[in-house]
């Protein structure tokens, strides 16, 4: 007999997921409100001129989603410099691997039975098993972040990006069939996120983000931890106590 691998999925869950929603909303917001409110201490006016290769950073994280189960992401911070008043671009790459939810796995399945029902017939219906399913990302965004500064010598960021996802779907029992080759495409998203930086000098800082990103059919939340080396000088504003 075919487990019901959906009945045992939690309403928890769902609520969860909408909570970790709204939380990095909410965080968003209250940025842009210290923003306005810290106007007068932004970074100095720039330019495309100030364009330039100034740092990289690398960052470890912990993703949430309704779709695959809790996992860790491992991230590059590419740091471009400021293309406008505190408007800094800052492209990156990240990568997880997780395991779809069982409650995900039954609904491709009985989408699956469906299909082979109505290209084949047959009675009694048939029954689909295509657990466990892994599923990766690989996240190629170009974010911007209008940063500014806050008092104890922070600096906070906020802003939005967008990204292709290449995503990769895996099993015993998918590898090689047409399910797999749906889990395996290329995705456009977009992503909203929010964090705070602290500078160590000159050359080092220390940063945590929020993030949520978004695709056609697939969201989660990730918070991220993340130090960068800055090998160029500074923008005004940037340095603690400026």
Do not use: C
């Amino acid at each position: 007999m075919r487990r019901n691998l959906g009945g045992g999925r939690s309403s928890l869950e769902p609520r969860k997921a909408r909570a970790a929603v709204e939380g990095v909303g909410v965080l968003v917001a209250l940025l842009l409100q210290a923003g306005a409110l810290q106007a007068q201490r932004s970074l100095a006016d720039y330019d495309y001129e100030n364009l330039s290769f100034r740092g990289m950073g690398l960052e470890v994280g912990s993703l949430r989603g309704p779709r695959v189960e809790p996992t860790y992401t491992v991230g590059l911070r590419l740091d471009l410099g400021y293309l406008g008043p505190g408007l800094r671009v800052a492209p990156s790459l990240s990568y997880w691997a997780s395991r779809m939810k069982e409650g995900e796995v039954a609904v491709l399945e009985r989408k699956v039975e469906a299909l082979i029902a109505a290209q084949y017939g047959g009675d009694p219906a048939p029954r689909v098993r295509l657990g466990p399913v892994d599923w990766s990302d690989l996240v190629v965004s170009l974010d911007t972040h209008l940063v500014w500064s806050i008092p104890l010598g922070f600096l906070s960021f906020a802003g939005l990006g967008v990204g292709a996802h290449i995503l990769n779907g895996d099993g015993p029992v998918v590898r090689g069939t047409f399910v797999e080759d749906l889990l395996d495409r290329v995705a456009p998203g977009l992503n909203l996120h929010g964090g705070l930086e602290y500078p160590l000098g000159k050359a080092f800082r220390l940063y945590g983000a929020a993030r949520l990103d978004l695709l056609e059919d697939l969201r989660y939340v990730e918070f991220r931890l993340g130090g960068q080396i800055l090998w160029a000088q500074p923008a005004p504003g940037e340095l603690r106590g400026r």
